[in-house]
């Protein structure tokens, strides 16, 4: 075999290292968060399904945590980035049990995203304080930049889950917060289209980059000023892994 191709397969190896574990846990926690906001609502669905547990067998779905990740690693292109999306199998809620059903359902669709968001700042303040601590260490930088790396990863991530999330295509999140915002006969016809709802969003994911990459602007833009706030606490080997 080529050493380029080799070379190739490391580089990929490498990065699907540092990716899953933190696509794993953002979207575990986002799931989690929308069944723990559905039990502060009234709903003990997801508590009496096992949901709000952290055990990743629990939340693994086959198409959206494995096989979706991987097909948009290896073959989706965004602004020049790779772009990895995946997801945890939903949580089940229902929202007639909800002391208000309106207000239920929007606390509860937007708690995932909301988590995701604290989650980026999270990752960026773990850069900052990584960085403070190989320092401190210098013998630690190598390790330090394999977290760093990591860190990184989560800051883009989760604000690319956040927007994804935000799509107003049934069932992603911002479908439950766009059906409030019509008419209510408009209201109706997009709750019945939720059944192509799939349907929609894997044409629009083959066939929609230019619409995408205007949709995730403020994803892109939200990381990069993150990023660029924290920049003077990276290690230099953190580039080295994210490269």
Known sequence: MPAAS?????????????????????????????????????????????????????????????????????????AGRSVVFGGAKPVPVDPRNYRNIKRGDIIVSLAGVFTNFLIALACA?????TGLLARGVPGLSVTVGILQAMFTIGVMLNFGLIVFNLLPIPPLD???????????????????????????LFLLLLLGEGLLRMWFTPAFVATQRVLSSVDS???????????
């Open 174 to 200: 911002g479908s439950h917060v766009m059906k409030y915002l019509l008419p209510r006969p408009l209201a109706i016809q997009y709750v019945r289209f939720g059944r192509y709802g799939f349907i929609a």
């Open 6 to 78: 080799c070379l190739a397969q490391l580089q990929t190896f490498q990065t699907i290292l540092l990716v899953a574990p933190v696509l794993l846990f953002s979207v575990i926690a986002h799931e989690i968060a929308h069944g723990y906001a559905a039990l502060q609502q009234g709903d003990r669905t997801a508590l009496e399904a096992g949901r709000l547990s952290w055990n990743p067998v629990k939340h693994i779905d086959p198409f959206l945590t494995i096989i979706l990740p991987l097909l948009m690693f290896t073959g989706s292109s965004l």
């Open 125 to 129: 303040g773990l850069i900052v304080l």
């Open 233 to 243: 606490y990276f290690v230099p080997t953190a580039a080295q892994w994210l490269q």
